[in-house]
């Protein structure tokens, strides 16, 4: 893309700069974790290039435009905890924009209610509607609390539910449907991970980011510029070099830039097997990072309301289901029973008039992966339609005061963000261990985001790219120059 040039779709008019010949740090990803890495190593006073393969910052964490309406992928609320971030790593501009999610429905054959989704109101809500015994949902909580990363991982959030709630699917559907679409995650995977996001949320409710995700994102990217990054657009790494066991330079849309460390927020199989190279790892390290497990993928459904119609307030977060029970199966399979509607109202665009509601589903690459083009084309427009029948349910109607669908699949994912089979939610948790240790099998190279679901999400992947500009910023302090 020469100078200049607008992105496609009307993304904001990026301007490509030249990129230069040496760095102190490449960046290759930006969402939300390599957008923060990048800006707390500027801040810090070292040379940064960031590379985004897409013509749009943002990664899952991005939007799209079409037919006069802006779509937002990934906000459909965070916790409270993102405020405190975008202060202290972007500043007041952004945290002053944090406003909250105010009513999350639920509507399943279990039990159809309403809630702020925090402590204080779930906890209500377990007596009062579910019959569970004060104390125990005390000591539920306190038990969240009470968890820490570096205690006894062997306990999976299904043990976790049975300990305190034993036999009662209908509260273990309240607690985990939520989670399983922030984060794909399971009953059967570590409760350590279970208890912190759920912990997060709960300690003040569900936020979402006043403007919508193009406001957030075109104030980064400005932010990142008057902080000297160089910030490339349309710009893919495709090769990591290494020399004396370090980094020394990527190479970018062919060409090589040199550097003294990287940073990579995209794929970690294919930053480690692709991008630097098996041979340059401990054979044990490989063998071990090809067992980890991917985390599931995504599809949704895009809807957009004609100018001048309205919707009723239906909710802002509706987790609905014809599913009997919670079903991790069920959640993930083709035949979609469970849907979760995010409804954008003006008020979220403070000066739009538009509506638009985005359905997301948690889905299974291999049921996307092996179609034909016509086969894929026929799935997408079915799981459009069926949405919005189910959709009639809310919204009676809707067919008639819409004017613009579309759908996305973990294909869709895939192509977008380079994630091996569309994963959104990056690795399970035994990624993190290879995520976290790159740095010491390679001097200089450094991963950031969505791993083992703790790193996942917007907070998530935020703090895991401080925590990594940090290490970067050590190894950069004790290495020397090359
Ligand atoms: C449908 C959906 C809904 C979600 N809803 C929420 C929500 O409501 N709340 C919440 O907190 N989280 C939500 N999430 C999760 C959240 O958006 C992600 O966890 C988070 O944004 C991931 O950030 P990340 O730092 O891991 O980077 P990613 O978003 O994974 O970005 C990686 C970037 O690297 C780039 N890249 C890859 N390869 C290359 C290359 N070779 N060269 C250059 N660039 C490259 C990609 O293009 C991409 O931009 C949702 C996710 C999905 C998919």
């Not at 613009?404 to 895939?414: G, K, L, N, S, V």
Request: net charge positive.
């Amino acid at each position: 893309m020469p100078p200049g040039t607008a992105g496609k779709n009307g993304f904001p008019p990026y301007i490509m700069r030249l990129m230069k010949d040496n760095y102190d740090i490449i960046v290759i990803g930006s969402g939300l974790g390599g957008l923060t890495s990048a800006r707390r190593l500027a801040s810090a006073g070292h040379k940064v290039l960031l590379v985004e393969q897409h013509s749009i910052v943002g990664g899952l964490a991005t939007y799209f435009k079409r037919k006069g309406h802006i779509f937002d992928v990934a906000l459909h609320g965070f916790p409270v905890g993102m405020q405190k971030s975008l202060r202290k790593y972007w500043g007041k501009d952004f945290s002053d924009r944090i406003i909250q999610v105010k009513s999350i429905r639920f509507d399943n054959p279990q039990f159809t209610l309403d809630t702020t989704f925090d402590m204080e109101n779930f906890s209500a809500l377990l007596v009062e509607k579910f019959g569970v015994p004060a104390e125990t949902v005390k000591a539920f909580f306190a038990a969240l609390a009470a968890m820490n990363y570096y205690d006894d991982q062997a306990e999976v959030t299904a043990s976790l539910f049975e300990r305190f709630f034993p036999g009662r699917k209908d509260v273990w559907r309240f607690l985990m449907e939520p989670i399983t679409y922030a984060n794909g995650s399971t009953l059967y995977e570590p409760a350590i991970s279970y208890g912190i996001v759920f912990g997060n949320f709960m300690s003040k409710g569900v936020y979402t980011f006043l403007g919508g995700t193009d406001l957030m994102l075109d104030m980064m990217v400005r932010e990142l510029r008057n902080g000297g990054v160089d910030v490339e657009t349309g710009a893919r790494a495709e090769k990591i070099l290494v020399e004396g066991g370090r980094v020394r330079a990527v190479v970018v849309n062919g060409r090589e830039i040199g550097c003294r460390a990287v940073v990579s927020n995209g794929s970690l199989p294919k930053t480690i097997l692709e991008w630097t190279g098996a041979e340059h790892f401990q054979p044990d390290f490989v063998a071990g990072m090809r067992k980890v497990r991917l985390s599931t993928s995504s599809s949704q459904v895009y809807i957009g309301i004609k100018p001048g119609e309205k919707l009723d307030f239906i909710g802002d977060l509706l987790f609905t289901s014809t599913h009997p029970e919670y079903d991790t199966d069920a959640l993930l399979g083709r035949k979609i029973t469970s849907r979760t509607y995010s409804v954008y109202y003006p008020e979220i665009r403070p000066g739009t008039d538009r509506y638009s509601i985005v359905a997301s589903m948690n889905s299974r690459y291999e049921d996307w992966a092996g179609l034909s083009k016509e086969e894929y084309r026929a799935a997408k427009a079915a799981m459009v339609e069926d949405t919005f029948n189910a959709l009639e349910k809310y919204v009676p109607g809707i067919r008639k005061i819409a004017d613009y669908a579309e759908a996305a699949t973990p294909r869709t994912f895939e192509r977008y963000t380079g994630h091996v089979r569309g994963a959104t939610f990056g690795t399970k948790f035994e990624g993190l261990k290879y995520s976290m240790e790159l740095g010491k099998q390679v001097g200089g190279l450094f991963h950031t985001g969505s791993v083992g679901i703790i790193m996942s999400g917007w907070l998530g992947a935020a703090n895991y790219g401080v925590i990594t500009a940090g290490e970067v910023d050590k190894y950069l302090a004790t290495s020397g120059r090359a």
